[in-house]
T-cell receptor, first 112, second 114 residues
């Protein structure tokens, strides 16, 4: 049963465009995350957001920025996408920063 | 930083046999070790986890073993079924203050053959 929702499922865009992905969780969790899964299935944390505190993975390029209106929503904006941004972006949430993370279905981005 | 390695990229077993997937980690401060399953075209599904205060945890056909000295943990699946076929990811994170930053292994593709 899905309780972490992501839109869109799939997005195709061209180099230099801006894209925005949405994530909403209905679990009442306090912490949300964004991960990137590349074509080799490698998973890397991009951001975690807990009680309005943002923790950024220092390897994430500045064109990526998370946006949160409340603890149930954590969106991801990419300004000026590049070909290497093609990947699946996975949103997750957990009760606290020490608990099990539950993942959404992912948004697949293809940059042409 | 932490590195998590899964030494088997693929694993094939016969239906009904047991499967063991191994992972190692580098950071002695890591204290939380979850496992996730990813079926073809789907997202990650949590299967089981273990914390460093125990060395064994079982949930039905799944058992996780943790060897803190060797910095190694493993997922054991007994009586495998075709629906166990998927990519299994291990991960590790540190305790309080780490914001649950999970470092994932590269995944092990398990194939359960009838």
């Amino acid at each position: 049963e899905t309780a972490v929702f992501q839109t869109p499922n799939y997005h195709v865009t061209q180099v230099g465009n801006e894209v925005s992905f949405n994530c909403k969780q209905t679990l009442g969790h306090d912490t949300m995350y964004w991960y990137k899964q590349d074509s080799k299935k490698l998973l890397k944390i991009m951001f975690s957001y807990n009680n309005k505190q943002l923790i950024v993975n220092e390897t994430v390029p500045r064109r990526f920025s998370p946006q949160s209106s409340d603890k149930a929503h954590l969106n991801l904006r990419i300004k000026s996408v590049e070909p290497e941004d093609s990947a699946v972006y996975l949103c997750a949430s957990s009760w606290t920063d020490q608990d099990t993370q539950y993942f959404g279905p992912g948004t697949r981005l293809l940059v042409l | 930083g932490e590195k998590v390695e899964q030494h088997q990229s693929t694993l094939s077993v016969r239906e009904g046999d047991s499967a063991v997937i191994n992972c190692t980690y580098t950071d002695t401060a890591s204290s939380y070790f979850p496992w996730y399953k990813q079926e073809a075209g789907k997202s990650l599904h949590f299967v089981i986890d273990i914390r460093s205060n125990v060395d064994r945890k079982q949930s039905q056909r799944l058992t996780v073993l943790l060897d803190k000295k060797a910095k190694r943990f493993s997922l054991h699946i007994t009586a495998t079924q075709p629906e166990d076929s998927a990519i299994y990811f291990c991960a590790a994170s540190k305790g309080p203050g780490s914001f649950n930053k999970l470092t994932f292994g590269a995944g092990t593709r398990l194939a359960v053959c009838p």
